[in-house]
């Protein structure tokens, strides 16, 4: 099964790099389960926003609450991508975002037209791809 946004563990590191939560299109929310842990259940905006969520409040209320995971920003696929540069220069060269199927993994990898690449991530899932990428483009900061 394919995953359909980021994990309550990769929202919290996407906020530690400085990436908005304003930019999730997602959220994690945890509910109580009779169990020792709450059960966590991912939400759309639109149903956060129902619940009189924004995601300018997240940061808010995570601090808020007794429970840090109690709403945690989730990023799609399609929310990552917008995040990611379409094309990155590096010593005169561009590369251009590029993003395959192989096999049973995911790549997404910034390459020029020779194919060469300069970054490459390959992934079980798009959105491990695409979040990898991400935190592997902010760490090295060569995009900004």
């Not at 590191?13 to 304003?22: D, K, N, P, R």
């Not at 010593?91 to 020029?112: A, L, P, T």
Request: contains cysteine; hydrophobic residues 35%; aromatic residues 8%.
């Amino acid at each position: 099964m394919i995953k359909d946004c980021t994990s309550v563990e990769q929202g919290r590191m996407l906020v530690a790099l400085g990436i908005s939560s304003s930019t999730a299109d997602k959220c994690w929310i945890a509910m109580e389960s009779g169990k020792d842990e709450p059960a966590l259940y991912p939400l759309s905006l639109e149903q956060a926003r129902e619940n009189r969520m924004t995601a300018d409040r997240f940061l808010t209320d995570i601090a808020k609450k007794s429970k840090p995971d109690a709403l945690t920003p989730a990023w799609s696929l399609t929310a990552l991508l917008d995040l990611l540069p379409s094309e990155i220069k590096d010593g005169g060269r561009v590369y251009s975002f590029r993003m395959n199927k192989i096999g049973d993994e995911y790549q997404i990898c910034y390459s020029d037209e020779d194919s060469h690449d300069l970054y490459s991530i390959l992934e079980d899932t798009p959105v491990n791809a695409a979040f990898k990428m991400l935190y592997l483009l902010n760490d090295i900061k060569e995009y900004n």
